[in-house]
């Protein structure tokens, strides 16, 4: 199956949702619209038995250089209204990534070039990286005199540490591919003709994984990080319980009791 509009290409192949932005004549800065179609997207991912893997990618040679707010719907008064700016990101930035940590199928970043403010944090937000030897990761706030949006104060700490962390957000210098996998922001680095082939392997092996399974254990993951160890303990009880009354459960304990290879059908 496969869609397309100007700006978002869509198409679901071998159980991998494949979203590419698609404006690579402006560096693929994220406008209004294409926000609101990737969130949908990766909400209806969530929905579809079909789709056990997805993959976010840009067209062109950069990834995301941030948000255009050029895209953004008119409003009638131009006078600001306290609150605005507050609404707008939870509305906005704030959205967008978390449709991702919250897309209950596992999500890879297939970085190309360039991933700059909330462009960076749409692929940091993503469970696993990839990058192109000239990929660039940029929190680009501070050269405009803001602060992070889009989770970047909430994402950046928990990969790499608050320290490291406020040195990318105070300096907003470019962080290369390669020191960008030593620092922990990315899994894995390849030759940019190599980057498709390296997403498309790692997706269709998660889409013949025990999809419930991954799903679960995203969240445990997730959760993870803002809880305390009772909450993460009992949170594991209970997905271990949910997830031993699905079929790709059961399939992986009989393949291991007959000495087979499981057939996950994501059930």
């Known amino acids: 199956m496969t869609e397309a509009s100007d700006t978002i290409l869509h198409r679901t192949d071998g159980g991998v949702c494949w979203i590419t932005l698609n404006r690579p004549e402006a560096m693929n800065a994220v406008t209004w619209d294409q926000r609101e179609r990737v969130i949908a997207l990766l909400e209806a991912a969530s929905a579809d038995p079909d789709v056990r893997a997805v993959v976010i990618t840009a067209a ?12 953004a719907p008119a409003r009638a008064d ?18 967008l990534v ?7 199928k596992p999500v890879i970043a297939a970085v190309n070039g360039t991933a700059a403010g909330i462009g960076a944090h749409l692929a940091l937000a993503c469970d696993l990286v990839i990058a192109a030897e000239e990929a660039r990761f940029i929190e680009v706030f501070v050269r405009r005199g803001l602060v992070p949006d889009g989770g970047g104060a909430y994402l950046l700490p928990r990969l790499i540490g608050p320290q490291k962390a406020k040195e990318l957000i105070f300096f907003g210098d470019a962080v290369p591919a390669a020191e960008a996998e030593r620092l922990g922001l990315v899994n894995k680095v390849v030759p940019a003709e190599e980057l498709q082939a390296a997403a498309r392997d790692w997706a269709e092996r998660l889409a013949q994984g025990p999809t419930r399974a991954l799903a679960l254990a995203k969240q445990l993951v997730n959760a993870s990080l803002d809880g305390d160890r009772a909450a993460a303990l009992a ?5 271990q319980e949910i997830n031993m009354g699905t079929a790709d459960a059961n399939e992986g304990v009989a393949s291991f009791v007959e ?6 059908t994501g059930r």
């Open 235 to 239: 949170a594991e009880a209970t997905a």
């Open 259 to 264: 000495r087979r290879t499981p057939k996950y």
């Open 98 to 104: 978390t449709a991702v940590l919250d897309c209950e």
């Open 78 to 95: 131009t006078e600001r209204v306290a609150g605005d700016v507050a609404r707008m990101i939870r509305r906005g930035a704030q959205r």
């Open 60 to 71: 062109g040679k950069g990834f995301c250089a941030g948000a255009d707010l050029r895209g």
